[in-house]
């Protein structure tokens, strides 16, 4: 799933696919699908809100770094260094927008479904 969104005034490209979890995890040690289960966008303004932001923030770093580093390329160089180097370029309340928010949730989410979709009219039960 591919999709260019605005953060903040400026275009930032995002790319999801089955490496996307495997590299979120190389990266921040967390396993994705866990996180995304205790997410409530509804409640960003709460103390689990900023938890829920952080993970996002973090998504769309794995996401824009996947649609422009060559994947070897990405796989070596992810790490929390350049994260926060890739967060520089953003003002904190750039992640504030709830569409913002939900628009980098959604391009993992359709990536995801995409894939269960595809895994079962290949083998349905």
Same mark, same amino acid.
């Given at each position: ?22 590299? $979120?995890?190389?990266?921040?040690? #967390?396993?994705?699908? /866990? ?5 409530? !966008? @509804? ?27 060559? $994947?070897?390329?990405?796989?070596? #160089?992810?790490?929390? /260094? ?5 967060? !520089? @370029? ?36």
């Amino acid at each position: 799933m591919y999709k260019r969104i605005d953060i903040g005034g400026k275009p930032i490209e995002l790319t999801s696919n089955a490496a996307t979890p495997r590299l $979120f995890k190389r990266v921040f040690g #967390k396993d994705l699908l /866990v996180e995304f289960s205790h997410i409530d !966008t @509804q409640d960003l303004q709460s103390e689990s809100g900023f938890q829920t932001l952080e993970i996002v923030k973090e998504l769309g770093y794995v996401l824009n770094r996947q649609a422009t580093l060559p $994947f070897r390329e990405c796989y070596a #160089k992810l790490d929390e /260094v350049d994260y926060l180097e890739w967060l !520089t @370029q953003f003002e904190e309340e750039d992640f504030y927008d709830s569409d913002t928010l939900i628009e980098i949730i959604g391009v993992w989410q359709k990536s995801a479904r995409s894939s269960v979709q595809a895994k079962n009219q290949v083998s349905p039960q």
